[in-house]
């Protein structure tokens, strides 16, 4: 036999390359502190079950529960030789306690601890995701607050529309983030299952309490199937498809404060702390960190993608090619996290210029609409009314005139019944207070958005 934990049926040992390409340690080492608390509950289920005697089982506890304060005083010396981490902590309890830490191995396999351990840490970080996301919305909501009467253009195709209030802007933000704490609440559930005891893919002969041990982790259930326990990454998908979705939303708000930002808008600007320099131009204030997470969208698509291809042919049960699910999964969390926290930021800290935005509006048709609707209430039908603003409008474009320097003789060549309200109307901030149907831009309707909006948050 060759020097390895499973080498008993070897006569030839692996190469150097073949030992490295193999080894996960360098990696799933990340997973020490779960591997140690799945160990720590497998081993008082063992004892509780007397399929270990209390001797033994109190050697192991007191063995892993060392390693555990090693870990977290000086780390864990880990060797390449022991390939992962499960063997790495296996071979340190040997160190420690002697060959009794062999009795540990009982009842459980390496692919039901790998499974527990992915579980154990996506579910502890899961909470931690949603509690920075709610930070986000509450800056959101504190911004939106302070800019329920701050009007800008709304866009369509990247043309001025109608005009909106900043504030409903930034709630539609955090309508995105609650969606994105519903998904990662719920993928939760999935999470929240214990794999642990379904063993190599089969169960096993011991007599072991699956529901105990599951208990111990704090899981609700374990899984029913053992097959489905060892082979399922669903809720690492989930979590990296939410995270991907996150991510999106994320990397379109950066779109809009790089633009905003732009000396062409000048609706924004970004603070210091979240900008960056050029070693080139002295007068460079650049958003990089907006830059960044959208790049970084990017990456964690890549980290969904890798998985969702790594897993789409693998046969039940285990295989090998999981072991690649860890990098991409560990990358998208580390990526989530700050990615959130820079946004909460540069929302806490970001100058909006009202009077740009506002002015933005001024000089422009995005109030055709209103002399549209103005005209259909007085009983001109819509389609003609939206025809003759059509008119209007290309004759401004070519005279360089708004619709508001129209005469209002002019305007009532139209229609007799047009009198000097129509230019009340066409005001940006009248036609966007009156968009009061539910769910719109008037500030009676943001101001209703934000009020849920903090129950919302008050709620947890
Ligand atoms: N290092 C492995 C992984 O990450 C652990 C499970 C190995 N099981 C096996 N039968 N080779 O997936």
């Not at 006569?11 to 340690?25: H, P, R, T, W």
Request: glycine fraction near 6%.
């Amino acid at each position: 036999p060759i020097k390895r934990m499973w080498g008993g049926r070897f006569e030839e040992a692996g190469d150097q390359l073949v030992n490295q390409f193999n080894a996960s340690i360098n990696f799933d080492q990340e997973m020490a502190a779960e591997d140690i608390e799945g160990s720590l509950a497998h081993v008082k289920m063992l004892k509780e079950t007397k399929i270990l005697s209390a001797a033994d089982a109190d050697k192991i506890t007191a063995g892993l529960e060392k390693l555990r304060e090693r870990l977290t005083s000086e780390g864990l010396p880990f060797s390449i030789d022991n390939e992962d981490i499960h063997m790495n902590i296996e071979a340190l309890l040997t160190e420690e306690i002697g060959p009794v830490a062999g009795k540990l191995h009982t009842g459980r396999s390496r692919n039901d601890q790998v499974a527990t351990d992915l579980h154990l840490y996506v579910k502890k970080r899961l909470p931690i995701i949603i509690r920075e996301l709610k930070k986000l919305q509450g800056e959101l909501v504190d911004k939106a607050e302070a800019n329920v009467e701050t009007i800008m253009p709304g866009y369509t195709h990247m043309q001025h529309a109608q005009p909106i209030s900043y504030g409903h802007y930034l709630m539609a933000y955090f309508q995105m983030f609650q969606r994105d704490v519903e998904r990662f609440e719920f993928n939760q559930q999935h999470t929240d299952l214990s794999p642990l005891g379904a063993a190599a893919l089969a169960g096993t002969t011991f007599p072991i309490d699956r529901q105990l041990s599951a208990k111990y982790l704090g899981f609700t259930e374990p899984y029913h199937n053992s097959l489905d326990a060892v082979s399922d990454r669903d809720f690492a998908l989930e979590f990296l498809s939410n995270a991907s979705i996150l991510m999106m939303h994320l990397s379109r708000l950066c779109e809009e404060l790089i633009y905003w930002c732009s000396y062409e808008f000048g609706y924004l600007e970004l603070a210091d702390s979240y900008s960056t320099g050029s070693s080139i131009m002295p007068q460079k204030k650049n958003p990089d960190m907006a830059e960044l997470i959208r790049g970084k969208a990017g990456r964690v698509y890549g980290d969904l993608f890798g998985l969702l291809t790594t897993m789409k042919g693998l046969p039940l049960a285990y295989n090998k090619d999981m072991q690649e699910d860890k990098e991409g999964l560990f990358d998208a969390i580390k990526t989530v996290l700050p990615s959130i926290k820079i946004m909460t930021g540069m929302i806490a800290t970001l100058q909006v210029n009202k009077d740009a935005m506002e002015h933005a509006t001024h000089h422009d048709f995005s109030n055709a609409t209103e002399l549209a609707d103005y005209l259909a209430t007085k009983g001109i039908p819509f389609r003609k009314a939206h025809e003759i603003v059509g008119e209007l409008v290309l004759k401004g474009l070519k005279t360089g005139t708004n619709l508001v320097d129209i005469p209002l003789e002019e305007y009532q060549k139209i229609s007799p019944k047009i009198n000097e309200d129509v230019y009340t109307v066409l005001q940006p901030k009248v036609a966007v207070e009156r968009r009061n149907s539910y769910g719109g831009t008037g500030f009676e309707q943001v101001r209703q958005q934000i009020k849920i909006a903090k129950d919302i948050l008050k709620s947890d």
